[in-house]
């Protein structure tokens, strides 16, 4: 099977701008669940959707917000970009709970 | 919330040798522990995972060794080898319900040759 797939691998930004990143999970997976990466804060759990559905949210602000299609494909959105969002942005999908989590290659987002 | 701390922060080991992290959680409702290897660069992979069911579990190299009462877990990985040099990241959640796991903080790991 293929692994899980996240586009663009990078992008560079300003502040004030939006933008959305994708997510292909691994054929069958209906979970996707998002986290952020950075030097300080390390791993954080932003959101997950199963089927379709945000099933639980991180500590995040109201500017993070996903969406996942009935093909389990998932967007990520980020609105009026901060400087400190500037991060590495993984994805992982797995088949439901109970299950190990497969990362992709991630985003790596720089806002100037 | 889940607050996962692990410790060291960075681990250099000769070739060969052992290698231990460790890590403690404080939800007694986690029961899911897994170990993430991250190479420069690279996406995190897991490694190895624990259930609390179960107080050890080994694959080859690599043992998870789980304390429920004392609510902490480790990652012992014998006889390292360079290309075990990377950044290990433990893990806790719980089996039911969503699946967000709560990160400790990273190793980084040098095996020396």
């Known amino acids: 099977k293929a692994g899980v797939t996240q586009t663009p691998r990078y992008l560079i930004k300003t502040r004030g701008q939006q933008v959305t990143l994708s997510c292909s999970p691994i054929?069958?997976?209906?979970?996707v669940s998002w986290y952020q990466q950075t030097p300080g804060q390390g791993l954080q759990f932003l959101f997950e959707y199963f089927s379709e559905t945000q099933r639980n949210k991180g500590n995040f602000p109201g500017r993070f917000s996903g969406r996942q299609f009935s093909n389990s494909r998932s967007e990520m959105n980020v609105s009026t970009l901060e400087l400190g969002d500037s991060a590495l942005y993984l994805c992982a999908s797995s088949p439901g709970t109970n299950n190990e989590q497969f990362f992709g290659p991630g985003t790596r987002l720089t806002v100037l | 919330g889940e607050n996962v701390e692990q410790h060291p922060s960075t681990l250099s080991v000769q070739e060969g040798d052992s290698a231990v992290i460790k890590c403690t959680y404080s939800d007694s409702a986690s029961n899911y522990f897994p170990w993430y290897k991250q190479e420069l660069g690279k996406r995190p992979q897991l490694i190895i995972d624990i259930r609390s069911n179960v107080g050890e579990k080994k694959d080859q190299r690599i043992a998870v060794t789980l304390n429920k009462t004392a609510k902490h877990f480790s990652l012992h990985i014998t006889e390292t080898q360079p290309e075990d040099s990377a950044v290990y990241f433990c893990a806790a959640s719980k089996i039911r319900g969503a699946n967000n796991l709560f990160f400790g903080t990273g190793t980084r790991l040098t095996v020396i040759p």
């Open positions: 054929s069958g997976h209906r979970s």
